[in-house]
């Protein structure tokens, strides 16, 4: 007899190997993930199709001596020692500039590589001296253990995707998520792109995604609070029926990668902190075709839809100004 309490499933669904949700102390593979799968379907969700699976890593790749590295480079844990203002001085921001247009530039050149058969970890090389040649040093590398110098996140996968063997293939999207630590700051931002010719949905999904990045942006403005950007994105991602991801948002940046302040993609009405001249943060939404929940791979990082449907992201880091918004990460 089954005696355990029957449960509906959380938002964030377990991984493959994970007990499953409803206490049964089965996996989740042998339990309810089939269950979950035919749901989501019967919802009108897309059904997982390609699957991605995860390759071969190779070495970590070195940075030169000379690079100034952030405090993490070598313990893989950033440093809570001292609190940074959100609000940034006329200084930090002209760092942040510059280190801005270089993480910018980085993108295009990389993104401009992307191809059917090049693998997402041939593309990192090409990021990983990038870096070097601008004379930052990739914020991923060994930020909280992260084995390398961007995330590739292909498909299905919302974000966090870790470079590997694995070869691009026609018909996939890939957002590449760059951040350059520069002068004392860091500069964040990222884009999805097209692997040769894709579906009409993916194309479809990408546009949204860039405009909802757009909408987001021009929700910045001094005085307003920061739940005017999620309702701005969430407003235009359920129009056009997707969702948008709860489970990552953007952040303050600056002279650290992550700081406290967080930025919905959607609307949450206790995201109250009024936007301040001089504030710096990212927007970044991560749009489904499917629904909103994710699951992440046993590998701790890569965060992928739950019920395996495509998903894009844009972002930029972002100054808010007296008379509204300033783009930092433009080439």
């Not at 480079?73 to 001085?89: F, L, N, Q, T």
Request: glycine share 10%; proline share 7%.
């Amino acid at each position: 007899m089954n005696t355990h309490v029957a449960r509906h499933p959380p938002a964030v669904l377990p991984g493959n190997n994970d007990p499953c949700w409803c206490g049964s102390g089965s996996k989740y593979k042998k339990c309810h993930r089939g269950a979950d799968a035919a749901e989501a379907r019967k919802r009108g969700f897309d059904a997982p199709r390609h699957g991605i699976r995860p390759g071969t890593l190779s070495p970590v790749r070195s940075v030169p001596t000379h690079i100034l590295r952030p405090d993490y480079a070598e313990s893989g844990r950033p440093s809570r020692a001292a609190e940074v203002s959100e609000v940034k001085s006329a200084d930090v921001i002209a760092r942040m500039r510059r280190a801005g247009k270089a993480a910018a530039q980085v993108l295009e050149l990389t993104g401009a590589a992307v191809r059917p058969g090049i693998t997402t970890d041939e593309l990192d090389a090409i990021a990983h001296e990038a870096y070097i040649k601008l004379g930052g040093y990739p914020s991923t590398l060994n930020y909280h253990g992260f084995p390398k110098s961007l995330c590739t996140s292909v498909n299905e996968v919302i974000c966090h995707g870790i470079p590997d063997s694995r070869a691009l293939e026609e018909g996939d999207i890939v957002n590449l998520d760059i951040t350059i630590y520069l002068e004392g700051v860091h500069g964040d931002c990222s884009a999805t792109f097209f692997v040769g010719k894709v579906d009409p949905d993916s194309e479809r999904l990408v546009r949204v995604t860039r405009e909802c990045l757009d909408l987001g942006v021009a929700a910045v403005k001094p005085g307003r609070p920061i739940s005017d950007i999620g309702r701005a994105i969430e407003d235009h991602a359920t129009k056009n029926g997707m969702s948008v991801v709860r489970a990552y948002c953007g952040h303050g940046i600056g002279e650290r990668f992550h700081s406290p302040l967080q930025i919905p993609h959607y609307y949450e009405a206790d995201a109250n902190t009024i936007m301040r001249p001089g504030m710096t943060f990212t927007v970044e939404p991560m749009i489904n075709l499917g629904h909103w929940q994710h699951r992440t791979w046993d590998d701790g990082w890569t965060a992928v839809t739950a019920d395996g449907s495509r998903s894009a992201q844009f972002e930029h880091t972002l100054v808010v100004t007296e008379q509204g918004v300033e783009i930092l990460t433009l080439p």
